[in-house]
């Protein structure tokens, strides 16, 4: 995979879900995380554990707290995991 593509892919994500209701319209922010989840349904498992990863790495690398935990929540919001 692409780590720069996956980097904005994940800021991205991160950004959209860290905007206020007055920065981003909540049914907007959910459908644009709705079809990046379905955008990536179809990643190979490999991928998909290297996206999981990559997401972790970034989260433990942030002193944000607020990213931070969006950060760990990425996985399942995307419905990258099995849970």
């Known amino acids: ?5 996956v ?3 994940i800021d991205l994500a991160v950004s ?3 905007a206020s209701d007055d920065e981003i319209e909540p049914e907007t922010a959910t459908t644009l995380l709705d079809d990046l989840a379905v ?3 179809d990643l190979p498992e490999k991928d998909r554990d290297d996206l999981i990863d990559h997401i972790e790495e970034l989260a433990d690398a942030t002193r944000d707290r607020d990213r931070r935990e ?3 929540d990425l996985p ?3 419905g990258l995991t099995d849970d």
Do not use: Y
């Open 39 to 41: 955008a990536l349904e």
């Open 7 to 9: 980097r904005a892919l």
């Open 70 to 72: 969006v950060l760990m």
């Open 76 to 78: 399942d919001t995307l």
């Open 1 to 5: 995979m692409n780590r720069i593509l």
């Open 16 to 18: 959209i879900e860290l």
